[in-house]
Nanobody, 123 residues
Framework: EVQLVESGGGLVQAGGSLRLSCAAS????????IAWIRQVPGKEREGVAC????????HYADSVKGRFTVFTDDAKETMYLQMNNLKPEDTAIYYC????????????????WGKGTLVTVSS
């Protein structure tokens, strides 16, 4: 069974940094397109970052460009979202996702999703 499990969320002051992790069980991130989305309860989800591994496409939401970076480790077992210069408006539940390699970003319709990790940024 494929499972994605996020970790690394928490409370941070504005201007600080967090690195979210997403561990995969049941498969590897090798040859997978990956993405992070976020959602504030009661609001629509927002695509944050996307990497299309076979299409060589990338996407970052305008609100996070230059501050967030998505990447995997060399073993392709864990994906990350490095978040710098955090702002209160980054407060949300963050979800990691994975898909087949032919995904073209900014398509955020992923085949597999984690259950989310909460990030709270205080002002």
């Amino acid at each position: 069974e494929v499972q994605l499990v996020e970790s690394g969320g928490g409370l941070v002051q504005a201007g600080g940094s967090l690195r979210l992790s997403c561990a995969a069980s049941g498969f590897s991130f090798e040859h997978k397109s990956i993405a992070w989305i976020r959602q504030v309860p009661g609001k629509e989800r927002e695509g944050v970052a996307c990497l299309g591994v076979a299409t060589l496409t990338t996407h970052y939401a305008d609100s996070v460009k230059g501050r967030f970076t998505v990447f995997t480790d060399d073993a392709k077992e864990t994906m990350y979202l490095q978040m710098n210069n955090l702002k209160p408006e980054d407060t949300a539940i963050y979800y990691c996702g994975a898909h087949l390699p032919d995904l073209t970003c900014p398509n955020y319709e992923m085949m597999w999703w984690g259950k989310g990790t909460l990030v709270t940024v205080s002002s």
